[in-house]
């Protein structure tokens, strides 16, 4: 897919995100994280590697307390400025007092505590759109297909039902999610 078209088609359905009233994505946003923290494959993660939404994502707050209420750790990513890899960091609370702004204005915790590559037995994939066949288009920097291609687990992309487009051409680097969850339908990519 150009370089072109993909900036259309995250800058097209970024805006249909954006739209969605912001009762309508409290609403959602719970559904999604019930149902994917009802999941037995998640509830079986020792170790999720998680992600603190920002902007008009999925609110994965939720689910990530869910997640440390239960007793299962969980692994965030953070953006470091100057290289193309994520680093990680355990996440050990999810008030707001100990969440700071990272990044591109991405959520991390305030006082990051450094974990293991690869420590997670599960991913969970932020997303702009999505397709049935389970190709998602992030953001445009790449991070997550690097960090799945060199440390494969599952993967749960979390969008809402507006997120979906008929087809995202794939490319040899674009990961495959293995589930998406919006809050119409858990759906196990074939």
């Known amino acids: 897919m150009q370089p072109t078209l993909k900036a259309e088609l995250r800058q097209h359905v970024l805006h249909r995100r954006d739209q969605l009233a912001p009762a309508y994505r409290a609403w959602a946003s719970a559904v999604i994280c019930e149902q994917v923290a009802a999941l037995p494959f998640v509830q079986a993660a020792q170790v999720v590697h ?5 902007r008009s994502e999925v ?5 990530l307390a869910t997640l440390l209420a239960r007793g299962q750790q969980v692994i965030v990513p953070i953006v470091a400025r100057g290289t193309p890899d994520l680093a990680h960091s355990w996440l050990t609370s999810c008030a707001p007092a100990d969440l700071t702004a990272g990044v591109y204005g991405t959520p991390q915790p305030r006082q990051p505590v450094p974990a293991p590559v690869g420590a997670w037995q599960l991913t969970l994939v932020p997303l702009v759109a999505f397709c049935r066949r389970g190709y998602r288009l992030g953001y445009g920097k790449g991070y997550y297909d690097r960090m799945l291609a060199a440390h494969p687990t599952p993967t749960i992309g979390l969008a809402f039902a507006v997120q979906a487009v008929a087809v995202i051409p794939a490319e040899a680097h674009d990961w495959r999610l293995d589930w998406i969850v919006t809050e119409q339908e858990v759906l196990a990519v074939p």
Not at 50 to 54: D, P, T, V
Not at 59 to 63: S, W
């Open 50 to 54: 998680g992600y603190l939404s920002f």
């Open 59 to 63: 609110d994965t707050l939720p689910l």
